[in-house]
């Protein structure tokens, strides 16, 4: 079981910053790629940015450039870092784990809202 706990979500205005964290506990042995998604009111869940093991990234084109994804393996912890933000990016963030076997895990969601 692994359990996943997002955090620093917030209001900010447009070309603002924050960083989003996720907190993995339980069996963090068997997670293999990390990522961060985010839904917005009456769109669908879309891959933000994600992370493998070793530390090689992917973004999504509407983000590269101001996200930096990362990830403590030691300190069992993933980050978004977020600059530039814009009205668009106002979503809910949500982390996801993925094990070795494919399964995936998913934390509650933490708000995101850029104000214009």
């Known amino acids: 079981q692994v359990q996943l706990v997002e955090s620093g979500g917030g209001l900010v205005q447009a070309g603002g910053s924050l960083r989003l964290s996720c907190a993995v506990s339980?069996?963090?042995?068997?997670?293999?790629?990390m990522g961060w998604y985010r839904q917005a009111p009456g769109k669908q869940r879309e891959l933000v940015a994600s992370i493998t093991r070793g530390g090689n990234t992917n973004y999504a084109d509407a983000v590269k450039g101001r996200f930096t994804i990362s990830r403590d393996n030691a300190e069992n912890t993933l980050y978004l870092q977020m600059a530039s933000l814009k009205p668009e990016d106002t979503a809910v963030y949500y982390c996801?784990?993925?094990?070795?076997?494919?399964?995936?895990?998913w934390g509650q969601g933490t708000q995101v809202t850029v104000s214009s």
């Open positions: 996801n784990a993925l094990t070795r076997w494919n399964f995936s895990y």
């Open positions: 339980g069996s963090s042995a068997i997670i293999n790629d």
